[in-house]
DNA sequence: GGGTGAACTTGTCAATGCCTAGATTGCGCG
DNA sequence: CGCGCAATCTAGGCATTGACAAGTTCACCC
């Protein structure tokens, strides 16, 4: 998996170390801020070697939706409760916020790729199953939970939640408010 | 207010002219597809006359996020119930998506800009005095709300809801969707 | 009728994405 | 061993963009 030799022409590894170098970006600065050519000049190589690995900029993006999409399918499918899956969800946002903040922006990746639709599928399927057996109709649960961890994971990165947390752990937050939500839910004050 | 006078030089309302070809470039592709000199060219003007009404690409991006805090500070401000602030949130995101997509990204906006704090600090205000009062502590409170209308919204705007609603209308749908998790509440089957 | 400042134009520069053509390398295959 | 071939990377160029600087037009006011 590792490869970590230097050679002189060929890079070696040069897909993984501009993926890597993009992932730092977009986490500092979003995907806005993501330059092809800086890429290159990171990892040292010429400005359009990028381009081979990836086509063009919406390639790479995509390529990192893709992976983000392995990423999160394999996190959801750990948790062993339907709480637990929101849980899993925000913590995935924050261990890997460059794939997240790329992951559901369509009008960044290309449309057509397989393998992005193939990953997408599969943590479809992971939320779809963990929703599976829950009252009224499959898709309004789906939409709930997935609302839900996807509001908090979204207000998290972008930052909209730090004077409401004011230093508390993200994840404990996200667990009280399911709670919070569920009893309010057992004596509702204003319907 | 209406200012239609076409003059030779002077545009006549050429601030809310780019404003508005803004909103229908970023409703359609997104902030990253908008382009200072197309608006310019929208507009029929040079392509630095939008320079002299915004600096720079930041500041036209601040005052449509401040613009849209206004608006969503007023629709927020019509709820008469907790549930009602949750379709004021996303019938907002509907209505008016490309203010909505710029609202909540700090790395496309000036972080120091007054008007736009303080139209952030209204729609603040507006979700903190619409949750007083429930169990629990306030401030988990609100971000249970918040969480749940803007993961909706998120969601809805980005497509990616499309094949759970499958023609059913969004509003109608996150209805039930919060009556699914309060349903969801009484009878936790997985805890 | 001259000054003042806002609104806009013109010109320029560095940076970027993408395209094309060419160079280098490693690898299979005889 | 060596020959071809494909993958990998380089070099150059073009159109577009954001930002900046300096000049121009215009309305307004005394």
Redo the contacts between chains.
């Keep these: 998996m590792t490869v970590t030799t230097e050679r002189a022409y060929h890079h070696g590894d040069l897909r993984r170390a501009i993926l890597t170098a993009a992932l730092d970006v977009i986490a500092a ?5 993501l330059s092809l050519r800086d890429l290159a000049r990171r990892a040292g190589v010429s400005h359009a070697a990028p381009a081979h690995h990836f086509k063009d900029r919406a390639g790479l993006l995509t390529a990192i939706a893709a992976e983000g999409h392995g990423l999160l399918a394999a996190a959801l499918g750990e948790a062993e ?3 637990d899956l929101g849980v899993q969800y925000v913590r995935f946002a924050a261990a890997y916020p460059a794939h997240f903040q790329v992951m ?5 990746l290309r449309p057509d790729d397989q393998e992005l639709a193939a990953a997408r599928e599969r943590t ?1 399927n992971q939320l779809h199953t963990a929703v599976t ?4 109709d499959q ?6 939970a ?7 994971a ?2 998290l990165l ?4 730090d ?4 230093g508390r752990d993200p994840e404990q ?1 996200f667990l ?16």
């Design positions: 600065d979003g995907p806005t801020a409760s339907l709480r559901f922006r369509p009008e960044l479809r057996g829950r009252g009224a898709a309004t649960a789906v939409m709930a997935w609302s839900m961890a996807h509001g908090f979204t207000l972008s930052r909209n939640l004077g409401l947390l004011d937050a009280a408010l399911t709670n919070e939500l569920f009893q309010s839910a057992a004596n509702p004050a204003t319907g």
